[in-house]
Structure formats: structure tokens, C-alpha cells
């Protein structure tokens, strides 16, 4: 059952197999819309990583979440626009792919491929990393959210991806459709999914209700193209080897080209998503190698001088975890991090505070005061059990920089040495 269940994944999604012989990346455009054409600008790499980074989405105004390929297994990586920086959301066995937020909740879903071959849906929480399957007994390939409570995806059953519609609520599932592909998105101003029917010759965009199971045709894709998003609820997005095209439904017969990537160097479009607003593009796509410069700078949680060992691995996922709980001013996920006799330092060894109870009070302080904040690490480092983070903090407005480095003995932080 584990050989079956690799295999099919491989077969279906292509992802295990990209991750060792394509590269992908991830790019952001801005986007301009009127009513006579479309416009891509200020193209940025956001993974600039060798290997796999794929299956983008925006979690907000400010952040992206895609999967993105890490000592060589593929991660939740969440990149900051503000800072032009990227942080990792998990650590776990298992590679993470479709990351996308949960309506609602400070969670992110993913579908995660343990080592031992189990395929399943996953909620991560944005605070301390702790995961939660989602949905028992369902191979989930790739999905999207209906609701905060209703999820579409296409699941592994035999050798075909069939339609399922979710309700977590009353933990049921049910089969609405065989033979799909992997394109599910909201439609815009509805409580409609779209997603891809491969059920003839002809591929077809089809839109479900997942509350009754209707369905109906849209439009025909592109001839092999399984891969769409919408604009709004008018017009759809594709994008065929390094052309981006775009059909108005109601309007136009055929889809027309909106502009060509291989300037960037992308050779083939394989994912699309925007922003609520239309105003920015996500485009993932297989990329000349000659495309990805340097992957030191962006990836903070590698450095030439890491060490890839699992030891390494578990300090990093504690200080990363202790971070998101720092952002969320979750202070009993943020406290329950550290050892019982924490020492915290001012560079180079004058002693601020002593014991966990003295430290959780001056940060009990801290939380109370401040009604924005949101910590960012710019750069890091992993050297053994040490863990060296350079901080951009904001706080109620203000900013301040700072390098804190941080000692784990036995999964605990045992030390910190703040340098500001």
C-alpha cells in the first residue's frame, strides 16, 4: 500500500518527480487591469531556490505561502513583501504541498507525504506548528476551502483523481464528479468552485455547488492545460508553456495572449493565483537553471555554515516555532519553548533576567503593551545547538533591529543573548 500510494502521487501531481529534475520557481507581478487589456509588472523571484517551489498563495496583504523545496524534502515557506524576506511555517518528516490559509482561522491546511507513504490533509497552526489531520481516510491530492468548513479536492482512488466535497463539520464526504485534474479555486462573487474535467477528450472548466453538487460547464481549456485562476468572476487566467492567456466569458471566443514570460525565463507556466483585489499575479513555472542566482540571501533558514543534520533540524524548528507564537502574542506557546532555568543576556554577558516565571513576567508586560507586532528574521543562522537570528521587530509602529542568539539543550531554549 505505501509502494501504491508513492507511485500514485508521482503519477498524478508530478511533484516528488519535479522536485529532482525540474526547477521551478515562484514569481510575483504587479497587475493592471482595464477594459482592454491586462498588464504584468515589477517581476520579482520570490523562491530563487534550486529545485522545486511551487503551488503559491497569498495568505494576506502582506504575506505569500508556497511550497518550497528544503534539504531536500518540500516545506511551508511563507515570504514576507514588505521585508523581501522568507521564513519556513513548518517542520516536520513529511514534505508539505498546496499550502493555502484556513478561511478564519490562524491556520494553514497542506497536503503532507510522510516517509512512510501516508498522503493526507493537514491543518498547521500558524502559532506553534502544531498539525491536525484534517480528513481521515481521504487520499487528498490538491483541494481548495469552499468555506471555513468545506473543503473541494480531488482524491486518489485507483488510478484516477475523483471530486470531493468535504463538510468537516458533520464529517462527511461526498463523490461528485471522476476524472479531474488539479485546478480548484473560489469563484469570485459566488459560492461556486471551479475546478478541471477530464472526463472526455476535451478538457473542461466546470463550476460545483458544493452544498448540492451541481455542476456546469464553463469554458474549455487550453489543449493540455490544467492549470487556471480567476481574475474575477468574468475572467479566467492560463498560461500555456511561457504564454499567459486570459478568456472573458461572454466575450471572447477564444483565449487570447495576454504577454510572454520568457523574458524572465520562464519555459513553462504550471500555477497561477491573485490577490482578492487583482491588483498582483502569483506564477509558478519550470525555469532556465541560469535563473536561480543565489539562494543564501532569501532561504534564513539555510546558510553555507548549517549544518543538515536532524539535530540541527529540531533547533531550528524550535526557534521558528517560538517566533510565530512571538507574533501571534501567544505567550503560553511563546513561554513553553524555554527551559525552566532561562537565562536571557545583553551582549556580551550582562544577565537581564533569571527563571522562567521572571521571564514570562516581563513578556506578559511586553504583550500587554503592544497592540502590533510582528518580528521578522532577515537573516539566520544554525551552528550545532545555536541558532543566530538577525530581527527586524516591529512594535505599535516603531521598528527596531536586533540579533538575538539563542542556545537549545534537550528541545528547550536554554539561553538567549540579545545584541541590539
Known sequence: MKATISLLFVLCSSVLLAQNQVNTEVFLFDLEVNSSSIELSNPKN???????????????????????????????????????SKSWLNFTEGGEYTPLKIPN?????????????????????????????L??????????????????????????????????????????????????HNIPNSNLVSYISKATDTWQIKSLNPSTGDTKVIANTMEDVEDICWLDSKTIL??????LYKLTLNKDNNW?????????GITKITRLATNPEATQLLIAGDVDASEVTDTSEDTNSED???????????????????LEAYNAQNLEAFMADYAEDVKLYAYPNTLQTEGKEAMRKSYKDWFDRVETLNATI???????????????VEANGQTFHAVAIYEVVDGKIAKVTFIQ
Do not use: C
Open 378 to 392: 532577515k537573516k539566520r543562522i544554525v551552528i550545532g545547538n545555536k541558532v543566530i537570528d538577525e530581527e527586524m
Open 135 to 184: 480528513i481521515k481516510d481521504l487520499v487528498v491530492a490538491y483541494y481548495t476551502w469552499a468555506d471555513d468548513h468545506t473543503i473541494v479536492s480531488a482524491v486518489i482512488e485507483g488510478d484516477d483523481l475523483n471530486l470531493y466535497a468535504s463538510d468537516l463539520q458533520s464529517g462527511t464526504n461526498r463523490k461528485y464528479a471522476t476524472k479531474v485534474g488539479r485546478s480548484f
Open 304 to 322: 553555507n555554515n548549517t549544518q543538515n543534520t536532524t539535530e540541527t533540524t529540531d533547533v531550528e524548528a524550535v526557534i521558528q516555532r517560538n
Open 238 to 243: 492560463s498560461g500555456k508553456d511561457n504564454s
Open 256 to 264: 487570447k495572449v495576454v504577454t510572454n514570460l520568457g523574458t524572465q
Open 105 to 133: 482561522k490562524n491556520e494553514i491546511s497542506a497536503v503532507r507525504l510522510d516517509p512512510d507513504g501516508k498522503q493526507r490533509l493537514y491543518a498547521y497552526n500558524m502559532s506553534n506548528g502544531e498539525s491536525r489531520e
Open 46 to 84: 520570490l523562491s530563487n531556490n534550486e529545485g522545486y517551489d511551487n503551488q503559491p498563495s497569498f495568505l494576506n496583504d502582506r504575506y505569500i505561502i508556497f511550497a518550497s523545496n528544503r534539504n531536500n524534502q518540500t516545506d511551508i515557506a511563507k515570504y514576507d513583501m514588505r521585508y523581501d
